[in-house]
């Protein structure tokens, strides 16, 4: 599903999603964007924080009292999520996603999905953590110990650096070698993958150090 024009456009733009979340996190994560859409009923969710939405997306099978001020787009396609049909109409450098981790597990590896076919950076977070792919060439300044955890949704071939556990062009798979679990030395943690496909699990603690990161470069990274 591909929008020559976009309804949407934000340098950074917050996704609300209608899973797990709450109001505390929404208005801490919407301190970050320059504009807010909800997923279908993600808009429920972010009324509840307080959070003005610009437009919300879906295919409205959660809406039955949108307010007939609220900027809209029914989108009913069902080969899409609402969470894909946002990243369809929306023109952003960065996107951030609450909501669209925990709750249903088919959700949120349909949310994951969609950011392997996203040329764009995304940072789906929740109340203790980051994911988000990583670029073909990925550098970042965390503090010692910090907990990271890598998972290929591909198979791929990465180097890592900067970590207690590093790999030097390694074949990464579902099916074999992965590497969550780990913790960085302090200082900068480095990361080469031959092609993107490689999700990244940060705390939240980090999302501004991530955004600077991805800023420096993400989009240029991901298209080669």
Same mark, same amino acid.
């Given at each position: 599903?591909?929008?020559? /024009? &976009?309804?949407?456009?934000?340098? $950074?733009?917050?996704?609300?999603?209608?899973?797990?979340?709450?109001?505390?996190?929404?208005?801490?994560?919407?301190?970050?964007?320059? @504009?807010?859409?909800?997923?279908?009923?993600? %808009?429920?969710?972010?009324?509840? =924080?307080?959070? !003005?939405?610009?437009?919300?997306?879906?295919?409205?099978?959660?809406?039955?009292?949108?307010?007939?001020?609220?900027?809209?787009?029914?989108?009913?396609?069902?080969?899409?999520?609402?969470?894909?049909?946002?990243?369809?109409?929306?023109? @952003? +450098?960065?996107?951030?996603? #609450?909501?669209?981790?925990?709750?249903?597990?088919?959700?949120?590896?349909? @949310?994951?999905?969609?950011?392997? *076919?996203?040329?764009?950076?995304?940072?789906?977070? +929740?109340? =203790?953590?980051?994911? %988000? #792919?990583?670029?073909?060439?990925?550098?970042?300044?965390?503090?010692?110990?910090?907990?990271?955890?890598? &998972?290929?949704?591909?198979?791929?071939?990465?180097?890592?650096?900067?970590? $207690?556990?590093?790999?030097? /062009?390694?074949?990464?798979?579902?099916?074999?070698?992965?590497?969550?679990? *780990?913790?960085?030395?302090?200082?900068?943690?480095?990361? /080469?993958?031959? $092609?993107?496909?490689?999700?990244?699990?940060?705390?939240?603690?980090?999302?501004?150090?991530?955004?600077?990161?991805?800023?420096?470069? %993400?989009?240029?990274?991901?298209? !080669?």
């Amino acid at each position: 599903m591909v929008y020559e /024009n &976009y309804i949407c456009r934000a340098p $950074r733009t917050l996704l609300i999603g209608a899973g797990p979340s709450s109001p505390e996190l929404i208005r801490e994560i919407s301190v970050y964007s320059d @504009a807010i859409v909800a997923a279908d009923g993600g %808009f429920w969710a972010a009324e509840q =924080a307080g959070a !003005q939405v610009v437009l919300v997306v879906g295919d409205m099978d959660s809406q039955k009292d949108l307010p007939t001020s609220q900027a809209a787009a029914h989108i009913t396609d069902q080969e899409t999520t609402d969470f894909q049909k946002c990243l369809a109409v929306c023109d @952003a +450098d960065i996107f951030l996603g #609450v909501g669209f981790l925990g709750g249903r597990l088919d959700h949120q590896l349909a @949310a994951f999905s969609a950011l392997l *076919n996203e040329p764009r950076p995304v940072i789906l977070i +929740d109340e =203790a953590q980051l994911v %988000f #792919v990583v670029p073909q060439k990925f550098y970042v300044d965390l503090e010692a110990e910090t907990p990271v955890g890598f &998972y290929p949704m591909v198979p791929i071939v990465a180097s890592l650096h900067g970590v $207690r556990w590093p790999l030097s /062009n390694a074949a990464m798979s579902p099916m074999g070698q992965i590497a969550t679990s *780990n913790f960085a030395l302090g200082g900068v943690l480095e990361i /080469n993958v031959d $092609r993107p496909g490689l999700l990244a699990i940060l705390p939240r603690r980090d999302l501004e150090t991530v955004l600077a990161a991805l800023d420096r470069g %993400f989009g240029k990274a991901h298209h !080669q």
